[in-house]
Protein backbone atom coordinates (compact mmCIF):
# COMPACT_ATOMS: atom_id res chain seq x y z
CA UNK A 1 0.00 0.00 0.00
CA UNK A 2 2.78 2.09 0.64
CA UNK A 3 4.17 1.82 -2.65
CA UNK A 4 0.79 3.05 -3.98
CA UNK A 5 0.16 5.82 -2.05
CA UNK A 6 3.52 7.15 -3.20
CA UNK A 7 2.66 6.15 -7.12
CA UNK A 8 -0.11 8.43 -6.93
CA UNK A 9 1.49 11.14 -5.26
CA UNK A 10 3.81 10.82 -7.90
CA UNK A 11 1.49 11.87 -10.45
CA UNK A 12 0.01 14.23 -8.56
CA UNK A 13 3.48 15.91 -8.82
CA UNK A 14 3.32 15.61 -12.35
CA UNK A 15 -0.49 17.59 -12.30
CA UNK A 16 -2.69 14.10 -13.07
CA UNK A 17 -4.62 12.70 -11.09
CA UNK A 18 -5.77 9.11 -10.89
CA UNK A 19 -9.26 10.72 -12.41
CA UNK A 20 -7.86 12.44 -14.98
CA UNK A 21 -5.72 9.63 -16.47
CA UNK A 22 -8.75 7.49 -16.59
CA UNK A 23 -10.58 9.90 -18.36
CA UNK A 24 -11.92 7.83 -21.46
CA UNK A 25 -11.22 4.32 -20.24
CA UNK A 26 -14.97 3.58 -18.94
CA UNK A 27 -16.07 2.06 -16.19
CA UNK A 28 -13.18 -0.05 -15.79
CA UNK A 29 -10.75 0.74 -12.71
CA UNK A 30 -7.04 1.02 -13.71
CA UNK A 31 -3.56 0.70 -11.95
CA UNK A 32 -1.57 3.88 -12.28
CA UNK A 33 0.73 1.67 -13.66
CA UNK A 34 -0.82 0.84 -16.60
CA UNK A 35 -0.61 4.31 -18.14
CA UNK A 36 3.40 4.95 -17.73
CA UNK A 37 4.86 6.03 -21.28
CA UNK A 38 8.28 3.54 -21.51
CA UNK A 39 10.74 6.26 -23.14
CA UNK A 40 13.84 4.93 -25.29
CA UNK A 41 16.21 6.01 -22.36
CA UNK A 42 14.59 4.00 -19.83
CA UNK A 43 16.55 0.43 -20.70
CA UNK A 44 19.95 2.16 -20.44
CA UNK A 45 18.79 3.85 -17.41
CA UNK A 46 17.75 0.83 -15.33
CA UNK A 47 20.51 -1.38 -16.75
CA UNK A 48 22.70 1.02 -15.45
CA UNK A 49 21.91 0.74 -11.98
CA UNK A 50 24.54 -1.10 -9.94
CA UNK A 51 23.39 -4.80 -8.48
CA UNK A 52 22.85 -4.71 -5.05
CA UNK A 53 25.65 -6.29 -3.12
CA UNK A 54 26.21 -9.79 -1.97
CA UNK A 55 25.48 -10.74 1.54
CA UNK A 56 28.23 -11.74 4.27
CA UNK A 57 27.02 -15.64 3.36
CA UNK A 58 26.33 -15.25 -0.50
CA UNK A 59 30.19 -13.44 -0.20
CA UNK A 60 31.57 -16.51 1.91
CA UNK A 61 29.52 -18.95 -0.57
CA UNK A 62 31.39 -17.52 -3.61
CA UNK A 63 34.67 -17.12 -2.20
CA UNK A 64 34.59 -20.64 -1.13
CA UNK A 65 32.98 -22.55 -4.35
CA UNK A 66 36.21 -23.07 -6.34
CA UNK A 67 38.02 -24.04 -3.25
CA UNK A 68 35.75 -26.65 -2.14
CA UNK A 69 35.10 -27.47 -6.31
CA UNK A 70 38.72 -28.10 -6.82
CA UNK A 71 39.11 -30.36 -3.56
CA UNK A 72 36.21 -32.76 -4.56
CA UNK A 73 35.85 -32.15 -8.51
CA UNK A 74 33.01 -34.58 -8.68
CA UNK A 75 30.81 -33.32 -6.10
CA UNK A 76 27.92 -31.18 -7.67
CA UNK A 77 27.72 -27.92 -6.80
CA UNK A 78 24.33 -28.65 -4.79
CA UNK A 79 26.17 -31.12 -2.62
CA UNK A 80 29.25 -28.16 -2.66
CA UNK A 81 26.80 -25.59 -1.26
CA UNK A 82 25.53 -27.72 1.50
CA UNK A 83 28.89 -28.10 2.58
CA UNK A 84 29.62 -24.46 2.57
CA UNK A 85 26.55 -23.70 4.14
CA UNK A 86 27.36 -26.02 7.27
CA UNK A 87 30.89 -24.46 7.42
CA UNK A 88 29.15 -21.07 7.51
CA UNK A 89 27.13 -21.81 10.36
CA UNK A 90 30.18 -22.92 12.44
CA UNK A 91 32.51 -20.64 11.64
CA UNK A 92 33.35 -17.79 14.89
CA UNK A 93 31.15 -14.62 14.82
CA UNK A 94 35.01 -12.86 14.58
CA UNK A 95 35.46 -14.22 11.53
CA UNK A 96 30.97 -13.98 10.23
CA UNK A 97 31.80 -9.84 11.12
CA UNK A 98 34.50 -9.80 8.58
CA UNK A 99 32.07 -10.57 5.48
CA UNK A 100 29.27 -8.80 7.66
CA UNK A 101 31.37 -5.44 7.31
CA UNK A 102 32.20 -5.85 4.06
CA UNK A 103 28.97 -6.07 3.32
CA UNK A 104 28.11 -2.59 5.03
CA UNK A 105 30.49 -1.38 3.39
CA UNK A 106 29.53 -1.96 -0.14
CA UNK A 107 25.36 -1.68 0.60
CA UNK A 108 26.16 2.22 2.04
CA UNK A 109 28.61 2.86 -1.43
CA UNK A 110 25.28 1.04 -3.10
CA UNK A 111 22.74 3.21 -1.49
CA UNK A 112 24.88 6.57 -2.56
CA UNK A 113 25.31 5.22 -6.24
CA UNK A 114 20.99 4.76 -6.38
CA UNK A 115 20.31 8.19 -4.80
CA UNK A 116 23.04 9.64 -7.32
CA UNK A 117 21.14 8.55 -10.27
CA UNK A 118 17.35 8.93 -8.76
CA UNK A 119 18.08 12.20 -8.64
CA UNK A 120 19.19 12.64 -11.87
CA UNK A 121 15.45 11.66 -12.69
CA UNK A 122 12.08 13.66 -12.91
CA UNK A 123 8.98 12.15 -11.41
CA UNK A 124 7.87 10.93 -14.72
CA UNK A 125 11.21 9.01 -15.04
CA UNK A 126 11.01 7.81 -11.62
CA UNK A 127 7.52 6.41 -12.01
CA UNK A 128 8.72 4.54 -15.30
CA UNK A 129 11.51 2.87 -13.16
CA UNK A 130 9.35 2.31 -10.62
CA UNK A 131 7.22 0.73 -12.86
CA UNK A 132 10.00 -1.42 -14.77
CA UNK A 133 11.22 -3.26 -11.15
CA UNK A 134 7.87 -3.99 -10.04
CA UNK A 135 7.64 -6.07 -13.91
CA UNK A 136 10.93 -7.23 -13.17
CA UNK A 137 10.60 -9.02 -9.74
CA UNK A 138 7.05 -10.45 -10.43
CA UNK A 139 9.19 -12.26 -13.60
CA UNK A 140 11.79 -13.37 -11.00
CA UNK A 141 8.89 -14.58 -8.37
CA UNK A 142 7.27 -16.60 -11.33
CA UNK A 143 10.44 -18.27 -12.69
CA UNK A 144 11.42 -19.16 -9.07
CA UNK A 145 8.00 -20.84 -9.07
CA UNK A 146 8.47 -22.53 -12.41
CA UNK A 147 11.52 -24.18 -11.02
CA UNK A 148 10.51 -25.34 -8.08
CA UNK A 149 7.48 -26.90 -9.29
CA UNK A 150 9.58 -28.67 -12.36
CA UNK A 151 12.03 -30.12 -9.24
CA UNK A 152 8.94 -31.67 -7.65
CA UNK A 153 7.98 -33.16 -10.41
CA UNK A 154 4.54 -31.39 -11.74
CA UNK A 155 2.68 -32.82 -14.70
CA UNK A 156 2.96 -31.07 -17.85
CA UNK A 157 -0.59 -28.89 -18.82
CA UNK A 158 -2.58 -30.60 -21.89
CA UNK A 159 -1.66 -29.69 -24.68
CA UNK A 160 -4.02 -27.93 -27.27
CA UNK A 161 -4.76 -29.60 -30.71
CA UNK A 162 -3.07 -27.16 -32.34
CA UNK A 163 0.05 -27.04 -30.01
CA UNK A 164 0.29 -31.06 -31.02
CA UNK A 165 0.20 -30.30 -34.57
CA UNK A 166 2.77 -27.66 -34.72
CA UNK A 167 4.97 -29.79 -32.43
CA UNK A 168 4.01 -33.05 -35.01
CA UNK A 169 4.64 -31.42 -38.18
CA UNK A 170 7.57 -28.86 -37.57
CA UNK A 171 10.63 -31.18 -38.02
CA UNK A 172 8.91 -32.01 -41.70
CA UNK A 173 8.80 -27.97 -42.81
CA UNK A 174 11.36 -27.23 -45.05
CA UNK A 175 11.65 -23.09 -44.97
CA UNK A 176 14.52 -21.80 -42.76
CA UNK A 177 13.68 -19.98 -40.17
CA UNK A 178 11.33 -21.04 -37.48
CA UNK A 179 9.53 -17.93 -37.85
CA UNK A 180 8.77 -18.94 -41.22
CA UNK A 181 8.12 -22.39 -40.34
CA UNK A 182 5.56 -21.35 -37.87
CA UNK A 183 3.59 -19.17 -40.12
CA UNK A 184 3.18 -22.02 -42.39
CA UNK A 185 1.96 -24.45 -40.06
CA UNK A 186 -0.71 -21.63 -38.90
CA UNK A 187 -2.06 -21.62 -42.77
CA UNK A 188 -1.97 -25.36 -42.97
CA UNK A 189 -4.32 -25.37 -39.32
CA UNK A 190 -6.28 -22.52 -40.83
CA UNK A 191 -7.11 -24.16 -44.23
CA UNK A 192 -7.42 -28.35 -42.77
CA UNK A 193 -10.66 -30.18 -43.06
CA UNK A 194 -12.16 -30.39 -39.90
CA UNK A 195 -12.18 -34.07 -39.71
CA UNK A 196 -8.13 -34.28 -39.89
CA UNK A 197 -8.56 -31.79 -37.09
CA UNK A 198 -10.50 -34.15 -35.22
CA UNK A 199 -7.43 -36.34 -35.35
CA UNK A 200 -5.37 -34.11 -33.09
CA UNK A 201 -8.48 -33.01 -31.04
CA UNK A 202 -8.89 -36.53 -29.86
CA UNK A 203 -5.35 -36.21 -29.28
CA UNK A 204 -5.30 -33.49 -27.12
CA UNK A 205 -8.78 -35.13 -25.07
CA UNK A 206 -6.98 -37.90 -24.22
CA UNK A 207 -3.26 -35.60 -23.29
CA UNK A 208 -5.92 -33.85 -20.47
CA UNK A 209 -6.97 -37.57 -19.20
CA UNK A 210 -3.42 -38.10 -18.68
CA UNK A 211 -3.05 -34.36 -17.18
CA UNK A 212 -5.70 -35.52 -14.58
CA UNK A 213 -4.56 -38.57 -14.01
CA UNK A 214 -1.34 -37.33 -13.29
CA UNK A 215 -2.26 -34.09 -11.41
CA UNK A 216 -4.25 -36.48 -8.90
CA UNK A 217 -1.54 -38.73 -8.30
CA UNK A 218 0.81 -35.40 -7.82
CA UNK A 219 -1.54 -33.58 -5.46
CA UNK A 220 -1.65 -36.44 -3.11
CA UNK A 221 1.90 -36.62 -2.47
CA UNK A 222 2.23 -32.78 -1.84
CA UNK A 223 -0.22 -33.25 0.42
CA UNK A 224 1.92 -35.96 2.01
CA UNK A 225 4.92 -33.77 2.20
CA UNK A 226 2.93 -31.03 3.70
CA UNK A 227 2.98 -28.47 0.70
CA UNK A 228 -0.84 -28.39 0.09
CA UNK A 229 -0.18 -24.96 -0.76
CA UNK A 230 0.43 -26.43 -4.52
CA UNK A 231 -2.63 -27.78 -4.68
CA UNK A 232 -5.69 -25.94 -6.56
CA UNK A 233 -8.13 -24.58 -4.55
CA UNK A 234 -10.69 -26.54 -6.47
CA UNK A 235 -8.77 -29.70 -6.06
CA UNK A 236 -8.15 -29.82 -2.06
CA UNK A 237 -7.38 -33.80 -1.30
CA UNK A 238 -7.35 -35.32 2.03
CA UNK A 239 -3.59 -37.26 1.95
CA UNK A 240 -4.07 -40.92 0.81
CA UNK A 241 -3.05 -42.52 4.21
CA UNK A 242 -5.97 -40.41 5.63
CA UNK A 243 -8.51 -41.27 2.70
CA UNK A 244 -7.52 -44.89 3.32
CA UNK A 245 -8.38 -44.73 6.80
CA UNK A 246 -11.68 -43.35 6.37
CA UNK A 247 -12.90 -45.60 4.31
CA UNK A 248 -12.11 -48.18 7.10
CA UNK A 249 -14.07 -46.65 9.44
CA UNK A 250 -17.03 -46.66 7.31
CA UNK A 251 -16.14 -50.28 6.71
Do not use: H
Not at 62 to 80: G, S, T, Y
Request: glycine share 4%; charged share 35%; with cysteine.
Amino acid sequence: MSLLRGVWGALRVLGRSGAELCTGCGSRLCSPFSFVYFPKWFSSTLSSYPKKPMTSYLRFSKEQLPVFRAQNPDVKNKELIRQIAEVWRGLPESKKKIYEDAYKADWKIYKEEINRIQEQLTPSQLLSLEKEIIQRRLKRKALIKKRELTSLGKPKKTRSAYNIFIAEKFPETTESSSKEKLKTLNEKWKNMPAFQKQVYYQLSKDDKIRYENEMKSWEERMIEVGRSDLVRQNKKLQPKAATEKLNLKED
